[in-house]
T-cell receptor, first 120, second 111 residues
Framework: DGGITQSPKYLFRKEGQNVTLSCEQN?????MYWYRQDPGQGLRLIYY???????QKGDIAEGYSVSREKKESFPLTVTSAQKNPTAFYLC???????????????????FGQGTRLTVV | DAKTTQPNSMESNEEEPVHLPCNHSTISGTDYIHWYRQLPSQGPEYVIHGLTSNVNNRMASLAIAEDRKSSTLILHRATLRDAAVYYCILNGGTSYGKLTFGQGTILTVHP
C-alpha cells in the first residue's frame, strides 16, 4: 500500500545533540513538507521541497536542516541550535497539479503519523 | 501569502448539520481552497478542496462564495467521530507549493 511513513514515533534527545527524523513516501509525490506542532496549537511550516535537490524555508526554519537527495525521502535534522525542540513533528507529501503549463495548486496532501520529540 | 480566518471553536449536536466558515478575503484567482481535519495525536487528513464551484464528496460539501472571499465546509450529519480541529488553507498561484496552516476550528460534537 502506498503511504507516508515517519520514524521513530517517539524520540528522546539530550540537550546539545542533533537528531534526525525520517520521512519516507512511496506515493511518487513531488512535494514534501515538515511541520511542527506544539500542544494546543496549529501546524507551523518548517521546510518544504517541491523537487529533488531543492527545498525552501518555511516560517520557522531556524535550528532545523533538511535534505532532498531522493524523491521518496525528506529527512529533518533538529540541530542543537533549536532552543525549544520538544514538539510533535509532522511530515506530509503532495502531488503537484500543473495544467497547460500553469501551476494550478496542489491536490490532496498525505500526512505521516508524526514523531513526538522530547528533550531530556 | 493569502491568509484564512476561522472561528476558534464551534459546537454541534450529533446527527445535526455543521457549517464551518472560513474567510479568505485576499484570495487570488488561482488559489485553491483546501480543508483538512486533525484528530488528537494524529496527522491531519484531507477532507475536500475546490476552486470556484461547490464540491461534494463522501465526507463533506464545500460551498464557495461567488466572490471567493469566503467558504463553508458542511458536514451534513455530524457524528462523534467528526470531533476534530478543522483547517481551511489556500494553495496555488503565487503561494504554489507552500502549504501553510492556521489555527483551525475546534469542533466539539455532543451526543
Amino acid at each position: 500500500d502506498g503511504g507516508i511513513t515517519q520514524s521513530p514515533k517517539y524520540l528522546f534527545r539530550k540537550e546539545g545533540q542533533n537528531v534526525t527524523l525520517s520521512c519516507e513516501q512511496n506515493l511518487n509525490h513531488d512535494a514534501m513538507y515538515w511541520y511542527r506542532q506544539d500542544p494546543g496549537q496549529g501546524l507551523r511550516l518548517i521546510y518544504y521541497s517541491q523537487i529533488v535537490n531543492d527545498f525552501q524555508k518555511g516560517d520557522i526554519a531556524e535550528g532545523y536542516s533538511v535534505s532532498r537527495e531522493k524523491k521518496e525521502s525528506f529527512p529533518l535534522t533538529v540541530t542543537s541550535a533549536q532552543k525549544n525542540p520538544t514538539a510533535f513533528y509532522l511530515c506530509a507529501s503532495i502531488r503537484g497539479h500543473i495544467k497547460q503549463g500553469i501551476k494550478r495548486g496542489m491536490t490532496e496532501a498525505f500526512f505521516g503519523q508524526g514523531t513526538r520529540l522530547t528533550v531530556v | 501569502d493569502a491568509k484564512t480566518t476561522q472561528p476558534n471553536s464551534m459546537e454541534s449536536n450529533e446527527e445535526e448539520p455543521v457549517h464551518l466558515p472560513c474567510n479568505h478575503s485576499t484570495i487570488s484567482g488561482t488559489d485553491y481552497i483546501h480543508w483538512y481535519r486533525q484528530l488528537p495525536s494524529q496527522g491531519p487528513e484531507y477532507v475536500i478542496h475546490g476552486l470556484t464551484s461547490n464540491v461534494n464528496n463522501r465526507m463533506a460539501s464545500l460551498a464557495i462564495a461567488e466572490d471567493r472571499k469566503s467558504s463553508t465546509l458542511i458536514l451534513h450529519r455530524a457524528t462523534l467521530r467528526d470531533a476534530a480541529v478543522y483547517y481551511c488553507i489556500l494553495n496555488g498561484g503565487t503561494s504554489y507549493g507552500k502549504l501553510t496552516f492556521g489555527q483551525g476550528t475546534i469542533l466539539t460534537v455532543h451526543p
